[in-house]
Nanobody, 123 residues
Framework: QVQLVESGGGLVQAGGSLRLSCAAS????????MGWFRQAPGKEREFVAA????????YYADSVKGRFTISRDNAKNTVHLQMNILKPEDTAVYSC????????????????WGQGTQVTVSS
């Protein structure tokens, strides 16, 4: 089992920045990749960004490329999502996820999820 706890959400004005963190515990040695997803009211959950746990390769949704940066601290079993130039359409509940098996896709197939943290961007 892997447990995930997010922090860092909040309210920010458009153009501002927020940094989300996700702390993993439990069988962290089994993590293959970690990602961030978001779900806005009335919409389906969508992929935001992911990072491979060993090599540190990063992947981003087109909507956040150039504005968001995902990073990891293996020693602390923590993943961060630095969000810059935030837009009202970035408003959503952001969830951290981990996958413990190898797969080609970094946007699907996650088997552990955090509880989510609210990000609200005002115009």
């Amino acid at each position: 089992q892997v447990q995930l706890v997010e922090s860092g959400g909040g309210l920010v004005q458009a153009g501002g920045s927020l940094r989300l963190s996700c702390a993993a515990s439990g069988r962290t040695f089994s993590i293959y990749a970690m990602g961030w997803f978001r779900q806005a009211p009335g919409k389906e959950r969508e992929f935001v960004a992911a990072i491979s746990w060993s090599g540190g390769r990063t992947y981003y949704a087109d909507s956040v490329k150039g504005r968001f940066t995902i990073s990891r601290d293996n020693a602390k079993n923590t993943v961060h999502l630095q969000m810059n130039i935030l837009k009202p359409e970035d408003t959503a509940v952001y969830s951290c996820a981990a996958k413990t098996y190898v797969s080609e896709s970094y946007s699907t197939g996650y088997n552990y999820w955090g509880q989510g943290t609210q990000v609200t961007v005002s115009s």
